[in-house]
T-cell receptor
Framework: DSGVTQTPKHLITATGQRVTLRCSPR?????VYWYQQSLDQGLQFLIQ???????AKGNILERFSAQQFPDLHSELNLSSLELGDSALYFC?????????????FGPGTRLLVL | DQQVKQNSPSLSVQEGRISILNCDYT??????FLWYKKYPAEGPTFLIS?????DKNEDGRFTVFLNKSAKHLSLHIVPSQPGDSAVYFC????????????????FGQGTILTVHP
């Protein structure tokens, strides 16, 4: 158990809908990362937050947005969902968001768009 | 553009033998490399890392080798155990870069390791 929690574990929805994925970092960690893993792909970095502020951005679609709240939990919002958005979404956390820090991953949310 | 590649989708080895997992990268700016292990229904778990100033790092049964000129790294597991059966991901970062790539880990596609008793 990494100490990072993600809810829900599974999510099934329809095209055009909007969903929110939630992540709670390890106790004491200030930085949160979101990654997407599509079928047969490695994890693709989406976005990083540090203490409520956006720190780094990957190839995150404009239909996707995220935020980190004062209690440090983070939410990833996916809107106007398409079939291709079906994937595993992982959240990770690290202490200070420094590049060489180990990132601890949650169990992921499996999203299926029908 | 796959900047980190794991060309072997799967590897099968006998318990007690050596497992060698390979990873190639194309971005010469990468200077920090990590291996993660992932079991089904769990998130990736950090295994071992290596900085580009080294060519080898060891932690128990796990050793990572880095060949910068070939842009290649490998993970050796000796001896392999059935509990090592998992998906192994290679990842890379640039710890000296500026700009917006601060926390970004670039992952390979993963290699499924199966260790047979």
């Amino acid at each position: 158990d990494s100490g990072v929690t993600q809810t829900p574990k599974h999510l099934i929805t329809a095209t055009g809908q909007r969903v929110t994925l939630r992540c709670s970092p390890r106790s004491g960690d200030l930085s949160v990362y979101w990654y997407q893993q599509s079928l047969d792909q490695g994890l693709q970095f989406l976005i990083q937050y540090y203490n409520g502020e956006e720190r780094a951005k990957g190839n995150i679609l404009e239909r996707f947005s995220a935020q980190q709240f004062p209690d440090l939990h983070s939410e990833l919002n996916l809107s106007s969902l398409e079939l291709g958005d079906s994937a595993l979404y992982f959240c990770a956390s690290s202490a200070s968001g420094l590049r060489q820090e180990t990132q601890y991953f949650g169990p992921g949310t499996r999203l299926l768009v029908l | 553009d796959q900047q980190v590649k794991q060309n072997s989708p799967s590897l099968s080895v006998q318990e007690g033998r050596i497992s060698i997992l390979n990873c190639d990268y194309t971005n010469s700016m990468f200077d920090y490399f990590l291996w993660y292990k992932k079991y089904p229904a769990e998130g990736p778990t950090f295994l071992i890392s290596i900085s580009s100033i080294k060519d080898k790092n060891e932690d128990g049964r796990f050793t990572v080798f880095l060949n910068k000129s070939a842009k290649h790294l490998s993970l050796h597991i000796v001896p392999s155990q059935p509990g090592d059966s998992a998906v192994y991901f290679c990842a890379a970062n640039n710890i000296r870069a500026g700009g917006t790539s601060y926390g970004k880990l670039t992952f390979g596609q993963g290699t499924i390791l199966t260790v047979h008793p």
